[in-house]
Each structure stands twice: as structure tokens, then as C-alpha cells.
């Protein structure tokens, strides 16, 4: 079964960091891009970062660039995003999803109404607040 499974969200204070974790299952990392969106209450989902295949650089959008980092285990098939200095308008359900053929930069610039993802799991909230 094709899937994508979000963990590692929480309640975490202003300031504090967290690991979230993508794990992938029936898809070969060597051919997929991996983005990580987000979804803050009341606004659009957004993307945030990408992995790229073939050890490439990662991509991210320039709101989280310093405090986001994404990096793929391909033996654990799974892509963490690391997120430090937490704040609390990054509130909001992440989440990992791809599209065969699509490079990073067109995953994270994803907007709804564009074509959409092949795959999307199904979410992890993450928190920050005193």
C-alpha cells in the first residue's frame, strides 16, 4: 500500500524545537521528491521544505529558512523535518506529500487548486504556545 505517514507533532513552547517524521511505504525514495506542507487554522496549506532525490539540496521557502531542516533516510524510508526556535504562527497541521515527476521546486510552491499531490498523509499537528 502507497502511503505516507505523518508523526512527531505536539505541544511544544515558543522557543523549543521539534522533529517530525514522514515515513513512506510502497513508494521508492530514489524516484520521489518529498515536500512538507503546513496548514495554519483559517489560511491555505502551504509548502515549506522539500527533499530531493539523489542527495540534492533541499529546498525551502524563504519564511522558515534557518529554523527548518529536512533530510531523508532512505534505509528507514522516511523523510524528518526538523523544525528549532518555534513559534507560535508555525501552529498548523504539517503535513508530507509528492507528485511523480515533480521537482522540489514546483512541490513547495504547490497552492490549492493546482494539480494536485499523488499522495498526502494525513497530518500532525503541531502546537506552540506558553
Known amino acids: 500500500q502507497k502511503q505516507l505517514v505523518e508523526s512527531g507533532g505536539g505541544l511544544v513552547q515558543p522557543g523549543g524545537s521539534l522533529r517530525l517524521s514522514c515515513q513512506v511505504s510502497g513508494l521508492s525514495l530514489d524516484y520521489y521528491h518529498i515536500g512538507w506542507f503546513r496548514q495554519v487554522p483559517g489560511k491555505e496549506r502551504e509548502g515549506v521544505a522539500c527533499?530531493?532525490?539523489?542527495?540534492?539540496?533541499?529546498h525551502y521557502v524563504d519564511s522558515v529558512k534557518g529554523r527548518f531542516t529536512v533530510w531523508r533516510d532512505n534505509a528507514k524510508k522516511s523523510v524528518d523535518l526538523q523544525i528549532d526556535n518555534l513559534k507560535p504562527e508555525d501552529t498548523a497541521v504539517y503535513y508530507c506529500a509528492t507528485r511523480h515527476g515533480s521537482g522540489c521546486g514546483t512541490l513547495i510552491a504547490w497552492k490549492p487548486g493546482d494539480l494536485d499531490m499523488d499522495y498526502w498523509g494525513k497530518g500532525t499537528r503541531v502546537t506552540v504556545s506558553s
Open positions: 527533499s530531493p532525490t539523489n542527495g540534492r539540496a533541499s
